[in-house]
Nanobody, 117 residues
């Protein structure tokens, strides 16, 4: 059974930092592209950042320069370091695992990030 378990969300003031983690089980973690998405109230889910099996990264324009995605294949875990947080970063953050070229896609349950002004 595949599980993606996020942690590390919380409440922080604007300008602060948080690190979200996503621990995966039930998949061969190292071959999956891992990503973080977020969904704010009343808005569509959007891609925040992704990291491929080879370590190539992608960031949305809204977080570039402030967020860093990384992975530790020895721990089956992907991280999202969020710095210089803004109120508009407030959302539920979801972990996503995708095996490139297939329909093999999994989601975590989400972790709430709230940034106060």
């Amino acid at each position: 059974q595949v599980q993606l378990v996020e942690s590390g969300g919380g409440l922080v003031q604007a300008g602060g930092s948080l690190r979200a983690s996503c621990a995966a089980s039930g998949i061969i973690f190292s071959i999956y592209t891992m990503a973080w998405y977020r969904q704010a109230p009343g808005k569509q889910r959007e891609l925040v950042a992704s990291i491929t099996r080879s370590g190539s990264t992608y960031y949305s324009d809204s977080v570039k320069g402030r967020f860093t995605i990384s992975r530790d294949n020895s721990k089956n875990t992907v991280y999202l370091q969020m710095n210089s947080l803004k109120p508009e970063d407030t959302a539920v953050y979801y972990c996503n695992a995708r095996y490139a070229g297939t329909n093999d896609v999994y989601w975590g349950q989400g972790t709430q990030v709230t940034v106060s002004s």
